[in-house]
């Protein structure tokens, strides 16, 4: 058993192959017995009640059973409020972070295994880019599910009187949220966390078969590897800072009574602006460049928090791409505080920019130097802009 055969959470579950992370031991890859709560399940569907004057209470009985983790039930619904991370129908684990993390590990093995040999006899190279593709959405649903850490409560459907009154909801700690944000940090939004070699991406040549119903001119021919990786990274990020975990984080103030290590939304915008900007925030001695995926990240950022301040939902304002309109609509329903914050952290970006310009733009190379001057100049544009109504 490695760690991945733990219990998992939830909801009815479509259990992929078992695959340990890179160095540790590898159980069976697929179930090779029913568990506890598969039992459960046919007890409850299949049991024979004594009678139908009874048959209610009968069932009702069986139910009442659910309190104990291995019987832990969630409806797809579940999944899709973003609300309790051990709601999950793909993960292999009593621990989705973990779990997640080493599913991130597995992903960059993969990557880094993949050669002109893993494409079968008779088989092109757009099989390849296929596969690496598939990594790619893999690599996605784990962000999602670590991402679903902050801000998040685990939720449990529990009969007050059957659980003598134990509550439906559970904030995520705040040790776990700062681990699943330095997760993120480390596995998406590091300039060194997404990498792919030359070599490989060099192979992804994509299926040219011309066919009534097939248009072969609507993508690229060669592979658009900056955007894959950048749609990661952005989607990550507006994942954390969608409107509605930000307004649960703003609310965590009032479901946890007593708890003097919280984590707010100040840690929350802190961290990830500090992760995301260390080279303007905390940057080097000598006067290194930005790197293009850098500078797409913090631009999606920036458009990120630009929303939050001027609240430009639904205008198009600026918007020309996919990644714009993202940014721009989902902060929708973000707290006040949000705002706020989003305000305060462009000011500290903007004295950033000004004094690294200051003591290196001389130094700079012209693609950085053109980069932050243009950041400055919209930076000062949203800051002095009115708020959308007003």
């Not at 790619?136 to 459907?157: E, L, P, W």
């Not at 205008?315 to 902060?331: C, M, P, R, Y």
């Not at 290196?360 to 243009?374: C, F, M, N, S, V």
Request: cysteine-free.
């Amino acid at each position: 058993m490695t760690q991945a055969q733990g219990m998992a959470s939830s909801v009815m579950d479509y259990l992929p192959p078992n695959l340990a992370p890179p160095d540790q031991p590898q159980g069976d890859y697929f179930p090779t017995q029913i568990g506890p709560y598969d039992r459960w399940a046919i007890e409850y569907g299949y049991r024979p009640v004594t009678s139908r004057a009874t048959a209610q209470r009968e069932v009702q009985a069986i139910a009442n059973r659910s309190g104990p983790p291995e019987l832990a039930y969630a409806p797809d619904e579940d999944i899709y409020a973003m609300l309790d991370p051990k709601a999950s129908a793909w993960d292999m684990s009593a621990d989705p972070l973990g779990y997640a993390e080493g599913q991130m590990a597995i992903a960059k093995a993969i990557w880094d295994r993949l050669d002109w040999f893993s494409v079968n006899p008779g088989e092109g190279y757009s099989q390849l880019r296929q596969r690496v593709n598939l990594v790619f959405f893999h690599y996605d649903t784990q962000a999602d599910i670590i991402a679903n850490y902050v801000g998040g409560q685990y939720f449990t459907r529990t009969d007050p009187w059957n659980s003598r009154g134990q509550p439906a909801f559970e904030p995520v700690s705040a040790s776990d949220q700062r681990r699943a944000l330095a997760v993120l940090n480390q596995q998406v939004f590091a300039p060194d966390a997404l990498a792919l070699s030359p070599e490989l991406v060099n192979r992804l040549a994509p299926n040219r078969w011309l066919h009534w119903g097939q248009n072969p001119f609507t993508d690229r021919i060669d592979y658009p590897i900056y955007d894959r990786i950048l749609f990661t990274q952005a989607f990550a990020l507006t994942n954390l800072l969608d409107g509605y975990r930000l307004l649960r984080l703003r609310d965590s103030e009032f479901n946890q009574r007593g708890t003097a290590d919280r984590f707010t939304l100040a840690e929350l915008f802190d961290t990830v602006g500090q992760s995301i900007w260390a080279e303007v925030l905390t940057p080097p001695a000598e006067a290194t460049p930005i790197s293009g995926l850098r500078q797409g990240l913090q631009r999606h950022h920036l458009n990120t928090l630009t929303s939050l301040v001027l609240r430009n939902h639904g205008s198009g304002d600026g918007v020309t791409d996919l990644l714009g309109f993202v940014a721009q609509e989902f902060t929708f329903g973000a707290p006040e505080e949000a705002r706020v914050l989003a305000r305060y952290q462009l000011r500290q970006i903007q004295g950033a920019i000004a004094r690294r310009l200051s003591r290196q733009g001389r130094r700079l190379d012209t693609a950085t130097l053109a980069y932050l001057d243009d950041v400055g100049d919209r930076l000062a544009k949203v800051l002095d802009a009115p708020l959308r109504g007003q």
